[in-house]
């Protein structure tokens, strides 16, 4: 049994398909958002556990509301994992969130929008396939993390991004820390729509402070990994890893991820009009609620604008194909 037919939603709606003619020089398609609409939306409070959060549930609760009222997304096709919820099959436990994802993709087509929202702790891990300058991993934490582990940004890819056809849309918003390059796309963009190349210096930055912050709580094994990271970034040994992503993630799909932060950074859980939310979800919401008329770069300046009066974190937008952040942000 399918996971969506498990929930009752529908796998699939045949519906004609409006062609969308691509660029002869690139093997990419964008996406008109005209097809079919899925979506799955994962919150995780973490309740009863070390470092529980409060905002994540009315994260998921908000951009459901969104999307249902906002975007065209039926409330049957649209997947929710919460840890509010008593029915095994609707907790976010990792199983569930790769089970909901393979759900996502499965017979995708061109033109269809597709959108995946994660809230919840994020983390990294040591990278073990050179595709990461900084020698990490970016990955999410399900509720279950502590027993069945969690989820990294290769595995992410994998779900997500790799299953995808040509001109099938794909939006991610991720309101995690450590989530700035969580999905592993190769094309990362600043506030003046120019793509970002990777930064030695920074990078070997992150290292010194994860190597001062194993050795504060007496990680050792935590602490020689993060010192080896920075020995290799420091030398050079990681300066390929850039080509690497270009060279295995680059995706014919119209894929857009927006995560809350950079790499490094922290995503707050906060408290906003008297509700506990988390800021990037709070941003991206009120952002697209006053004008759904922007572009991507708009849409990326306006939402931090939001959080920098407020919160250390840099929102980071990322694409799995050159793209120009002058067009219009659609879902």
Known sequence: MSFGKFFGIRDKEQEPQQSHESDPQQDWQYSTCTGNKKAVLVGVNY??????????????????????????????????????????????????????????????????????????????????????????????????????????????????????????????????????????????????????????????GQNLMSVAQSYKAGDFSGMFKSAKNLIDVASGQNDGAHEVTKATRTSQADVIFLSGCKDEQTSADTVEGGEATGAMSYAFISVLSENSQLSYKQLLVNVRDILQNKYSQKPQLSASHPIDTDLLFIC
């Open 47 to 204: 309740f009863g556990q070390s470092g529980e959060l409060s905002g994540c549930v009315n994260d998921v609760q908000n951009i459901y509301q969104f999307l249902t009222s906002n975007w065209g997304y039926r409330q049957e096709n649209v997947v929710v994992l919460t840890d509010d919820q008593r029915d095994a099959r609707r907790r976010p436990t990792r199983q569930n969130i790769i089970d909901a994802a393979n759900w996502l993709s499965s017979n995708a087509e061109p033109n269809d929008a597709l959108f995946f929202h994660f809230s919840g702790h994020g983390t990294h891990s040591e990278d073990t396939d050179g595709d990461e300058h900084d020698g990490r991993d970016e990955a999410i934490c399900p509720v279950d993390y502590a027993e069945a582990g969690t989820i990294v940004d290769d595995d992410l890819h994998d779900l997500l991004v790799k299953p995808l056809p040509v001109g099938c849309r794909l939006t991610v918003l991720f309101d995690s820390c450590h989530s700035g390059s969580a999905l592993d796309l190769p094309y990362m963009y600043s506030t003046e729509g120019k793509i970002k190349e990777p930064n030695r210096l920074v990078d070997a």
